[in-house]
């Protein structure tokens, strides 16, 4: 298989005569969240699979990387109650990834598994067999989500400490890898003639001892075409870099602008010597969305609009409170902030990830906020609108691609996770208009060259890079 020499290859170059790096894409399945307009006549269930096919099937055509499934072991409460833009929940990770790769060929499956609340031995059966399943198309995005409100749905609230987050999840990874590794890939023999169905009798023996774990036995499903599943990473402090950094394929950042994304990027390739990893073993793509119209000002109009259907009265309130601490149901959201102050202190209103926003000193976040709604004569809801995100890529097909394509070639990212604003066609129209445009250009390609993701992402073959492993 190819790996480094390919990464950055292509036959086109740069006016500066440079390789032009060709970028990967992957389709975000919306999740359960804000960015998420379940409320416009034209959403479609996100529950049902006739969405994640449809989804899966556009990016398929478009000849993308992968699809990524995110993933929410609770669902977030605020004021002891699920709000709206939670309501729908989302299916589990491995049943729809096992459905999609039915309907399927060459798409990459992602999906988020928690090493927090799981175990290994679990975690590598369903990665082995979804990596058989789909034919070496599966990716597993390891995430440390650890707040105690999750954890009650596994008996195990609270059970690790925040800073033993990272620990855990090395360990999990490495046990995965044991797991994996069990099996070399020819044992299975399946002789009729002498009956003997293993060339090995030990294979999928195993053992992995560490603070957290204390396993071993025997492995019961055989090496899988990729050998192991394409490692993501999913967090932002400096544990999770140097996690990733060490063990992933390719990290999942929310540093989608072209200043936050060139220093990001920076960062994280520049710890990859450390670990003996070439710079092009880890691939950086931030979360993106995008608006497209005929006109760059006809793309911004829509843009407004997502915005405010997105962010609805009921929603700012919401998200208010999550800073201020307080309910805040009184408020009107087309008036001013608060006048009092945010609580500081234990978290009363939200739960969950929610409150993790809350801890970053709100009293701070407060006076930020207020000094821009009076500059700017916002209300609450617009204030919201304002704070929280917008769309990353907006204008005609054609902007839309030259300002992909300067991201990537900028070193700002190895290419993007697309969330659409709509589920489940939200893609369709940049499949049709964006993707040939990238074509165009020589730097997004026109067929699928490999079969596994492993593949698609130009990686190393896992054991090119992984040599160190503790038992
Ligand atoms: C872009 C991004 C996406 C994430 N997606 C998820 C997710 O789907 N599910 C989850 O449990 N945690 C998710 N996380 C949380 C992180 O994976 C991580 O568990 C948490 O942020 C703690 O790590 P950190 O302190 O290094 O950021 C996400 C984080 C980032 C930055």
């Given at each position: 298989?190819?790996n480094e020499?390919?990464s950055s290859?292509?036959?086109?170059?740069?006016?500066?005569?440079?390789?032009l790096k060709r970028i990967h894409l992957a389709?975000h399945?919306?999740?359960?969240?804000?960015?998420?307009?379940?409320?416009?006549?034209?959403?479609?269930?996100?529950?049902?699979?006739?969405?994640?096919?449809?989804?899966?099937?556009?990016?398929?055509?478009?000849?993308f990387d992968f699809?990524f499934?995110?993933?929410?072991?609770?669902?977030?409460?605020?004021?002891?109650?699920?709000?709206?833009?939670?309501?729908?929940?989302?299916?589990?990770?491995?049943?729809?990834?096992?459905?999609?790769?039915?309907?399927?060929?060459?798409?990459g499956?992602a999906?988020t598994?928690?090493?927090?609340?799981?175990?290994?031995?679990?975690?590598?059966?369903?990665?082995?067999?979804?990596?058989?399943?789909?034919?070496?198309?599966?990716a597993w995005n390891v995430v440390?989500?650890?707040?105690?409100?999750?954890?009650?749905?596994?008996?195990?609230?609270?059970?690790?400490?925040?800073?033993?987050?990272?620990?855990?999840?090395?360990?999990?990874?490495?046990?995965?890898?044991?797991?994996?590794?069990?099996?070399?890939?020819?044992?299975?023999?399946?002789?009729?003639?002498?009956?003997?169905?293993?060339?090995?009798?030990?294979?999928?023996?195993?053992?992995?001892?560490?603070?957290?774990?204390?396993?071993?036995?025997?492995?019961?499903?055989?090496?899988?075409?990729?050998?192991?599943?394409v490692i993501f990473q999913a967090g932002d402090s400096e544990?999770g870099r140097e996690f990733a950094a060490a063990s992933a394929d390719a990290i999942f950042s929310r540093h989608g602008t072209l200043e936050a994304g060139k220093a990001f990027y920076a960062d994280v390739k520049s710890r990859l010597a450390r670990y003996?990893r070439s710079p092009d073993s880890l691939k950086i793509l931030p979360a993106v969305t995008?608006?497209?119209?005929?006109?760059?000002?006809?793309?911004?109009?829509?843009?407004?609009?997502?915005?405010?259907?997105?962010?609805?009265?009921?929603?700012?309130?919401?998200?208010?409170?999550?800073?201020?601490?307080?309910?805040?149901?009184?408020?009107?959201?087309?008036?001013?902030?608060?006048?009092?102050?945010?609580?500081?202190?234990?978290?009363?209103?939200?739960?969950?990830?929610?409150?993790?926003?809350?801890?970053?000193?709100?009293?701070?976040?407060?006076?930020?906020?207020?000094?821009?709604?009076?500059?700017?004569?916002?209300?609450?809801?617009?204030?919201?609108?304002?704070?929280?995100?917008?769309?990353s890529f907006?204008?005609?097909?054609?902007?839309?691609?030259?300002e992909l394509n300067r991201f990537v070639q900028e070193d700002a990212s190895d290419g993007f996770i697309l969330a659409?604003?709509?589920?489940?066609?939200?893609?369709?129209?940049?499949?049709?208009?964006?993707?040939?445009?990238?074509?165009?250009?020589?730097v997004f390609?026109?067929?699928?060259?490999?079969?596994?993701l492993r593949?698609h992402l130009d990686l190393p073959?896992?054991?090119?890079t992984?040599?160190?492993?503790?038992?």
């Amino acid at each position: 298989m190819s790996n480094e020499s390919s990464s950055s290859s292509s036959s086109s170059r740069s006016s500066s005569g440079k390789p032009l790096k060709r970028i990967h894409l992957a389709a975000h399945f919306p999740g359960v969240n804000n960015t998420t307009v379940w409320s416009d006549p034209q959403a479609g269930s996100q529950i049902e699979f006739s969405s994640f096919a449809h989804l899966a099937r556009t990016a398929e055509r478009a000849k993308f990387d992968f699809l990524f499934l995110a993933e929410g072991l609770r669902l977030r409460e605020q004021n002891g109650l699920i709000y709206d833009l939670d309501v729908v929940g989302r299916p589990d990770t491995f049943t729809v990834l096992a459905a999609l790769a039915a309907v399927t060929d060459r798409l990459g499956l992602a999906g988020t598994i928690n090493s927090t609340f799981n175990e290994p031995y679990e975690v590598a059966r369903q990665f082995a067999s979804l990596d058989h399943l789909s034919a070496g198309r599966s990716a597993w995005n390891v995430v440390t989500s650890w707040d105690a409100f999750t954890g009650e749905n596994f008996r195990r609230g609270g059970f690790l400490r925040e800073e033993d987050r990272y620990a855990r999840a090395q360990q999990f990874l490495e046990a995965s890898w044991r797991l994996f590794d069990s099996w070399r890939g020819d044992e299975v023999l399946a002789d009729r003639a002498s009956g003997a169905f293993l060339s090995d009798p030990r294979a999928g023996e195993f053992a992995y001892r560490s603070s957290e774990f204390d396993i071993a036995g025997r492995f019961d499903v055989p090496r899988s075409p990729q050998g192991r599943p394409v490692i993501f990473q999913a967090g932002d402090s400096e544990q999770g870099r140097e996690f990733a950094a060490a063990s992933a394929d390719a990290i999942f950042s929310r540093h989608g602008t072209l200043e936050a994304g060139k220093a990001f990027y920076a960062d994280v390739k520049s710890r990859l010597a450390r670990y003996g990893r070439s710079p092009d073993s880890l691939k950086i793509l931030p979360a993106v969305t995008f608006v497209l119209g005929d006109t760059d000002a006809e793309a911004h109009e829509k843009a407004e609009l997502v915005r405010r259907q997105q962010v609805s009265g009921q929603t700012a309130i919401r998200l208010l409170e999550q800073v201020w601490n307080r309910d805040l149901s009184d408020l009107d959201p087309e008036g001013p902030l608060p006048e009092a102050d945010p609580l500081v202190g234990e978290h009363t209103v939200a739960q969950g990830r929610a409150s993790v926003r809350m801890n970053r000193d709100p009293l701070a976040v407060a006076r930020e906020w207020r000094a821009l709604a009076e500059a700017k004569n916002l209300s609450v809801r617009d204030l919201v609108i304002e704070v929280t995100g917008r769309q990353s890529f907006i204008g005609t097909p054609a902007r839309v691609a030259e300002e992909l394509n300067r991201f990537v070639q900028e070193d700002a990212s190895d290419g993007f996770i697309l969330a659409p604003h709509l589920t489940p066609g939200g893609l369709d129209e940049f499949a049709d208009t964006v993707v040939p445009l990238l074509q165009e250009r020589g730097v997004f390609r026109t067929e699928y060259e490999g079969s596994t993701l492993r593949e698609h992402l130009d990686l190393p073959s896992p054991t090119d890079t992984r040599t160190k492993e503790t038992t």
